[in-house]
């Protein structure tokens, strides 16, 4: 089965930079929609970017458009998510997981560990 690792999280400042990386510990991704989600404290799980196997198409939350970019490398059994400008509203743990991309819905047995991601000064 599908077995999914998120890495790449960690503090940055406000308007800085960072990159996740979602890479398949085992079976392939490249058959698969595959995108991002998260969760700040006290709030719900939210849909934040989905992208096509081919990386044709992507979707993304309106609270990112503009300052994060998903992406996929087939190759390397990985999607990214470049994240930049980011701001304090982003903090979070992030996930991946497969996805609807019109819904930015997960579709999953269960959540991974996440990597966290702190924007603060």
């Known amino acids: 089965q599908l077995q999914l690792v998120e890495s790449g999280g960690g503090l940055v400042q406000p308007g800085g930079s960072l990159r996740l990386s979602c890479a398949a510990s085992?079976?392939?991704?490249?058959?698969?929609?595959i995108g991002w989600f998260r969760q700040a404290p006290g709030k719900e799980r939210e849909g934040v970017s989905c992208?096509?196997?081919?990386?044709?198409?992507?979707n993304y939350a309106d609270s990112v458009k503009g300052r994060f970019t998903i992406s996929r490398d087939n190759s390397k059994n990985t999607v990214y998510l470049q994240m930049n400008s980011l701001e304090a509203e982003d903090t979070a743990v992030y996930y991946c997981?497969?996805?609807?991309?019109?819904?930015?819905?997960?579709?999953?047995?269960?959540w991974g560990k996440g990597t966290l991601v702190t924007v603060s000064s």
């Open positions: 997981a497969r996805c609807g991309i019109s819904s930015l819905t997960a579709i999953i047995n269960s």
């Open positions: 085992s079976g392939t991704l490249g058959y698969l929609n």
């Open positions: 992208i096509s196997p081919s990386g044709g198409r992507v």
